[in-house]
Nanobody
Framework: QVHLVESGGGLVQPGGSLRLSCAASGISVEFYAWDWYRQLPGKQRELVARITSGGVSGQITTDYADSVKGRFTISRDNDKNTIALLMTSLKPEDTAVYYC????????WGRGTQVTVSS
């Protein structure tokens, strides 16, 4: 059974940074593309970042929502079986619960990690 556990959220001032981590068990992160999403109460999840598996070519690519481009960086650690999201220059509008999932998404989601950007 696959489990995803997000961590690293917290309260940070505008302009600050946080590093989120997604620990996966029951699945090897190396062989799939992975996404980070965020969600505000009562709203749909928003895709913020994606990292590809690299496939046969081994070339890994990343993609970001326009709202976070240049500020967020997604990465993968195959040895630790984790997906990370480094968030810099945080803004109040980045406040949300952040989730990771495989692409295409698994049925089960983790509990997410709360990020609050406020002075």
């Amino acid at each position: 059974q696959v489990h995803l556990v997000e961590s690293g959220g917290g309260l940070v001032q505008p302009g600050g940074s946080l590093r989120l981590s997604c620990a996966a068990s029951g699945i090897s992160v190396e062989f799939y593309a992975w996404d980070w999403y965020r969600q505000l109460p009562g709203k749909q999840r928003e895709l913020v970042a994606r990292i590809t598996s690299g496939g046969v070519s081994g070339q890994i690519t990343t993609d970001y929502a326009d709202s976070v481009k240049g500020r967020f960086t997604i990465s993968r650690d195959n040895d630790k079986n984790t997906i990370a999201l480094l968030m810099t220059s945080l803004k109040p509008e980045d406040t949300a619960v952040y989730y990771c999932n495989r692409n295409p998404p698994l049925e089960s989601w983790g509990r997410g990690t709360q990020v609050t950007v406020s002075s």
